[in-house]
């Protein structure tokens, strides 16, 4: 896809690797919806800088297990000028923190919550991926993405983040369920599945930092995943 002139939505690009992708977006003249709860200075920035071809960066404060929040993300950018998006990345997740962990469990209490890991990691992405549908269907859109960030902790597993693995596992299942929809519709649904990424989602937890082997691991930076 040409993405010149195009509109994005992106969940999770206030920072890591959506913010990247929505950088490189921008730098190809495709304008970018940013949806996320906070903005990094470098996110931040987007929103004021020029970029080419007319290419527009916006921000909604979205948190995005709210289906409300999510539906809204839609007619917000249609008001702002994008119009409908041709490329929908259901990309914020969450690393197992400390507060929806399987070790540590659910800082809500286990009886009466669920695991907010699987919320934000794969029931937001589902969700996104149906909103998005219904939109570039409306729209008649000939050519249409959704591109949602895997991981290879979703075909290998990680002991130490056991309800991570699973819901990259599930966004593996589910992207592989879509593929008939660009034979159909014109809509591809894929997915990237980078290794250990240097985001915030691991420079800014200790605790996972620990998990991290020497001589074994292999950071990749954010552009070579996008």
Not at 126 to 154: D, N, P, Q, Y
Not at 200 to 207: K, S
């Amino acid at each position: 896809m040409d993405v010149h002139g195009k509109s994005a939505i992106i969940t999770g690009a206030g920072s890591g690797i959506n913010l990247t992708f929505a950088q490189l977006l921008l730098s190809k003249s495709c304008s970018v919806l940013i949806a996320d709860l906070t903005l990094t200075p470098a996110a931040s920035a987007l929103l004021t800088q020029p970029h080419p071809g007319g290419a527009k960066a916006l921000f909604k404060h979205t948190d995005v297990t709210d289906w409300k929040q999510l539906a809204e993300l839609f007619p917000f950018a249609a008001a702002s000028g994008l119009g409908v998006p041709d490329i929908v990345v259901p990309g914020a997740g969450i690393f197992e923190p400390e507060w929806s962990n399987f070790f540590l469990g659910e800082a809500e209490g286990e009886e009466t919550s669920r695991y907010r890991t699987i919320d934000v990691n794969l029931v937001h992405p589902i969700k996104l991926t149906r909103l998005a549908f219904s939109h570039f269907l409306s729209a008649g859109k000939e050519k249409a993405a959704v591109i949602h960030i895997s991981s290879v902790a979703g075909q290998i597993g990680r002991l130490g983040t056991p309800i991570y693995s699973a819901t990259k596992f599930g966004i593996n299942g589910f992207v592989r369920s879509m593929g008939g929809m660009e034979g159909v519709f014109g809509i591809r649904v894929s997915a990237v599945a980078p290794g250990v990424i240097r985001t915030p989602l691991w420079e800014e937890h200790p605790e996972k930092l620990k998990m991290f082997e020497e001589g074994k691991d292999v950071w990749v930076e954010p552009q070579e995943a996008c």
